[in-house]
């Protein structure tokens, strides 16, 4: 069991290149009052709650920048964890830094980093009989949606296991149609989420929320207010791990078609999978194109006729 532990925090570790640190400072979240400027190189974000009321969790892609200095504090942090270790082992003579601590379990989080948005369920920017109305303002980048939670409380669950993730791009607004949140014991009315029972090995952590997304569609509206800025339907992708830095419990996303499967327990990017069979399929075709009518064919090489019964007659 302590291996499994081990093997599954250096898995987590090696997942993202994002880490947990407090509350992003450039975030605001609009009241009806307010109004997107599409003029502050600022990215907008909208999403509708359905059922409950929750505060969502988004974990932003670290930029280069950031990814560079991380890096090195990442690296300065672990000389410093394994220089403490030896010393409390006097020195452990013959023992390589990597043996010591490897550098795939070591769990960081740098304080000066701050990419995690967490989001009032009570600051709400329109609310009807349908749902709750959600528009935030965040630096343009990656997001993943991270976790849900309860107002006033600091924990949550986190949706380690499986994910998605989109684009938030600067100066327009990113409808993520719905994120779908509700009792991990099934007691809800969201067809997503009610068939979904999480496999046993998650089980056993205790889950008190599931989590999925409802993609924006023509069906959809949007608060009028809105009606005249740039507005781009998010083009969801799946993420499979995420590090669970702020000790929530644990879960995972349903399977949402197109985007979202899961092999056993890895999660599997459904889009990427497709690319990655039709990429293989045109590569294999390549070689049996064969030369077109009227080609002069180098000496040895055989005619459409000789390459099999499916074959085109040769030209004469």
């Not at 709650?49 to 890096?71: A, H, N, W």
């Not at 998650?202 to 509206?221: E, F, G, N, Q």
């Not at 929530?248 to 979202?260: A, D, E, F, H, T």
């Amino acid at each position: 069991m302590k291996n499994l532990a081990l093997a599954l925090a250096a898995s987590l570790a090696l997942t993202l290149p994002v880490h947990v640190a407090a509350s992003d400072q450039d975030v605001r979240q609009l009241k009806s009052k307010d109004m997107p400027d599409a003029a502050s190189g600022k990215a907008y974000i909208l999403y509708d709650v359905v059922e409950g009321k929750y505060d969502i969790f988004f974990l932003r892609s670290l930029t280069e920048e950031e990814l560079i200095r991380f890096d090195a504090n990442r690296a300065e942090a672990l000389a410093e964890e394994r220089a403490r270790l030896r010393r409390k082992r006097d020195g452990a003579p013959g023992v390589s830094d990597e043996e010591l601590l490897p550098a795939a379990a070591f769990a960081f989080t740098d304080p000066d980093i701050r990419n995690l948005v967490r989001l009032d369920s009570g600051r709400v920017f329109e609310k009807n009989d349908e749902g709750r109305t959600y528009v935030v303002e965040v630096p343009p980048g990656e997001y993943t949606v991270f976790g849900a939670g309860i107002d006033g409380f600091t924990g949550g669950t986190c949706m380690c296991m499986g994910s998605v993730r989109f684009d938030a791009n600067a100066g327009g607004i990113t409808d993520l149609g719905a994120i779908l949140v509700a009792p991990e014991d099934g007691k809800t009315d969201i067809p997503e989420l009610k068939p979904f029972e999480a496999p046993e090995y998650i089980r056993r952590k205790a889950l008190p929320y599931i989590m999925s997304v409802r993609a924006a569609s023509d069906v959809d509206t949007v608060p009028s207010k809105l009606a005249d800025f740039p507005l781009l339907r998010a083009e969801y992708r799946a993420v499979n791990r995420l590090p669970n830095t702020l000790g929530m419990l644990i879960n995972r996303m349903p399977p949402i078609g197109g985007v979202l499967d899961y092999d056993l327990d890895q999660a599997v990017d459904v889009k990427e999978k497709k690319l990655a069979v039709a990429t293989e399929a045109e590569e294999r075709a390549q070689p049996e194109q064969g030369l077109t009518e009227g080609a002069i064919a180098p000496e040895g090489a055989p005619r459409r006729s000789e390459e099999g019964p499916d074959a085109a007659p040769a030209s004469e």
